[in-house]
């Protein structure tokens, strides 16, 4: 299952970014049997846009084929569009590491 991450930089030591659609990286792990088996750094190009980012954030991390965001917060547009997509959304807080394990573990709050 691959997840989405947004991160206020490129490493797992970073912070989760404190918006979505604005932030400046997606950390994307591709997580199977509750381990992680590989992790990939994305700058986000929507950060700038004037509008409609929280769209195209989403369609992109639909195209990658991404099954789970975990951010701090997120904009009902963006939420809208990702339930479309069929992925799941995940508050968290903290480093992205500690972020993944919590996810894996189940401890982090669904955003409904």
């Given at each position: 299952m691959k997840i989405a991450i947004s991160s206020t930089g490129k490493n797992l030591t970073d912070e989760i970014s404190g918006v979505f659609a604005r932030c400046p990286y997606f950390i994307v792990a591709e997580i199977e049997d509750e381990k992680?088996?590989?992790?990939?750094?994305?700058?986000?190009?929507?950060?700038n846009?004037?509008?409609q980012a929280g769209i195209s954030v989403a369609q992109l991390l639909a195209e990658m084929?991404?099954?789970?965001i975990i951010t701090s917060n997120i904009g009902p547009r963006a939420l809208?569009?990702?339930k479309q997509f069929g992925i799941e959304v995940y508050q968290g807080k903290g480093t992205i590491n500690e972020v993944i394990g919590k996810f894996i573990e189940g401890k982090l709050e669904k955003v409904k």
């Open positions: 992680i088996q590989k992790i990939k750094a994305i700058e986000n190009k929507s950060a846009q004037l509008g084929d991404v099954k789970v809208d569009v990702l």
